[in-house]
């Protein structure tokens, strides 16, 4: 099983840029597809980004899109999320997630794995 842990997150004003990162243990990291969801306080999870075994696919949400970017670096276990031009409603937890199943969607929070999560807040 992979373990997962999330850092990078922080206090950051509009406009500014924040990478997050996930580092993983355990198990073959490239053999996992990847997810980064986040979570605002009083609403449910939200879908952000994902990136296949290779990091060749990835998938954004329509906020992310042309400001997140989402890659992996497998030979050092470690998935990343920059984030650019990021705005007051990008105030968040964010999670990585792993281990999809073979019937879970990349974009849906079927993934078995999660670690404790990042906070970002942006500041207006």
């Known amino acids: 099983q992979v373990q997962l842990v999330e850092s990078g997150g922080g206090l950051v004003q509009a406009g500014g840029s924040l990478r997050l990162s996930c580092a993983a243990s355990?198990?073959?990291?490239?053999?996992?597809?990847m997810g980064w969801f986040r979570q605002a306080p009083g609403k449910g999870s939200e879908f952000v980004a994902a990136?296949?075994?290779?990091?060749?696919?990835?998938y954004y949400s329509d906020s992310a899109k042309g400001r997140f970017t989402s890659s992996r670096d497998n030979a050092k276990s470690t998935l990343y999320l920059q984030m650019n031009s990021l705005k007051p409603e990008d105030t968040a937890v964010y999670y990585c997630?792993?281990?999809?199943?073979?019937?879970?969607?990349?974009?849906?929070?079927?993934?078995?794995?999660w670690g404790q999560g990042t906070q970002v807040t942006v500041s207006s």
């Open positions: 355990g198990r073959t990291f490239s053999s996992y597809a």
């Open positions: 997630a792993a281990d999809l199943p073979i019937w879970g969607r990349p974009t849906r929070p079927d993934y078995k794995t």
């Open positions: 990136i296949s075994r290779s990091g060749d696919i990835t």
